[in-house]
């Protein structure tokens, strides 16, 4: 009898032995946490106050934690937003605009960032923010600015108003980009009839101006001719052209070549005869 009471304690004892190193190593298997490259972890203490603001969110690798508390691993990487809404124009006139956010969670803040505004974020926080700030920027243009003359300053101006929502949500907007604008056909059409009469518009201008230009330049250049001619008339005379025709006569009679130069020819220049005719 005793015999089987020390064989079944023995049992008992490996049994309640057993269990405890069961729970015991999930107990470990629970405690060890790995995060991904590019994530962070904020950890939530259960027996605590929940999310802790104040702890610095876990690097990425492997870590250990208290096995009743819980890690929500969080992407801190740089990330893309493709987002397609319907906004008004200053007329009130519907337009469909297509955006691209870049965007990413300010890693000193990522513990208020789930605190605050949850895993979700992107849907909570992001979108609502990026569509608010466009339908802003939107209706203070026209339709023929949104779609041609003013895209760059829209784009600009729902960027920084983007921004400071969510400065406010403990995310750090990257840039924006407005990637089409599609407005109704019949204001599209006419719009593009219009910017094609400007253009032809300004074409013509330029002919003008370029016609201007060329006349001006002609004008200054026959001026130039006449100064000229002025100018050279004025200071040639008989006397000089005698003058020179005397010198060009005593260059000749100096040639070896045999010739008779006769004085007192026809207004009174020399006349050089070629003797060997």
């Known amino acids: 009898m005793e015999t089987y009471k020390k064989a079944a304690n023995k049992t008992i004892y490996s049994v309640l032995g057993g269990i405890i190193i069961f ?29 802790d603001t104040t702890q610095i969110p876990l690097e990425e690798g492997f870590h250990l934690i208290a096995p009743w508390n819980k890690v929500y691993e969080v992407d801190v990487r740089q990330q893309q937003l ?13 337009i469909q605009m297509e955006a691209t956010v870049w965007f990413q969670p300010r890693h000193r ?41 003013k895209r760059e300053a829209i784009t600009h101006e729902i960027f920084e108003e983007t921004e400071k929502i969510l400065d406010d949500n403990f995310v750090h907007l990257k840039n924006v980009l407005v990637r089409d604008v599609t407005l109704p056909p019949t204001i599209k059409t006419a719009i593009e009839r219009k910017l094609k009469q400007q253009q032809e518009a300004l074409e013509y201008e330029y002919r003008l101006q370029k016609e201007k230009k060329e006349a001006e330049r002609k004008r200054i250049e026959a001026k ?21 025709g005397i010198e060009a006569t005593l ?19 020399p006349i050089i005869m070629n003797a060997e005719k």
């Not at 700030?133 to 026209?142: E, I, K, L, P």
């Open 23 to 51: 729970f015991l190593f999930i107990m470990v298997l629970s405690s060890m946490v790995t995060i991904e490259t590019g994530h962070k972890g904020v950890v939530y203490k259960t027996f605590g106050k929940g999310v």
């Open 109 to 149: 803040d990522l513990a208020k960032l789930i605190k605050l505004r949850g895993l979700n974020y992107i849907e909570d926080v992001i979108k609502p923010a990026i569509r608010s700030a466009a339908r802003s920027v939107v209706g203070r243009y026209t339709p023929e600015e949104i779609y041609s003359t």
């Open 82 to 94: 493709f987002e397609k809404m319907k906004v008004l124009s200053s007329n009130g006139l519907d």
């Open 224 to 244: 130039g001719i006449k100064d000229f001619q002025d100018i050279v008339s004025m200071g040639i005379s008989d006397k000089l052209l005698r003058w020179k």
């Open 251 to 269: 260059k000749l009679s100096e040639s070896p070549n045999t010739k008779i130069v006769i004085v007192g020819g026809k207004d009174g220049l």
